[in-house]
């Protein structure tokens, strides 16, 4: 980043390269919605190059660009542009593991599938912070500072939001 902020706007691309899929994937996750979540995508590298200026450089870099997200994320909830989550399991590609059997395929798609549906049904603010914690692997701290609040309210948010997800699953499971 530091390269693009000097001019060098050919590392952009680079750094497109190491981070779309990750975006993607944050992204997908409080979505359910591909095309959404690749349009988000596309909107955090725009911010990361208009507001490239703003970047210090005082921590890792993904830091900064998961706080670009987060508020690509927030301006999305706020302008009630958050479309249609998908509950249809046929939508969800799944990757095959050759190393399993059918059966075990089977009942780990439809675990996936349940839990997709089932984040979709906890609040953004639970949802964001099991998606940055669980699914991205960022530490409650650095959590806490993407969405200025404390270090134990974002651990109050993963658990009481974990706890709503098991018992999400378990009502869609007995359905």
Known sequence: MKKVQEGDLSK???LYERHKR???GYFYRLTNNASKSEDMVQNVFYRLLKYKHTYRGDGKFV???YSVAQNVWLDLLRKKKFIEYGNDPSNYKEL???EK???DLLIATERKNLLKVALQRISPEKREAIVL???QGLKYQEI???S???ENAIKARVHRGLMELKDIMLNLESQ
């Open 12 to 14: 952009m691309s680079l």
């Open 22 to 24: 990750d975006l993607f």
């Open 63 to 65: 830091y900064w660009m």
């Open 96 to 98: 095959s593991d050759k």
């Open 101 to 103: 059997n059918a059966e």
């Open 133 to 135: 914690s669980r699914f």
């Open 144 to 146: 806490a500072k993407l």
């Open 148 to 150: 200025n609040c404390t």
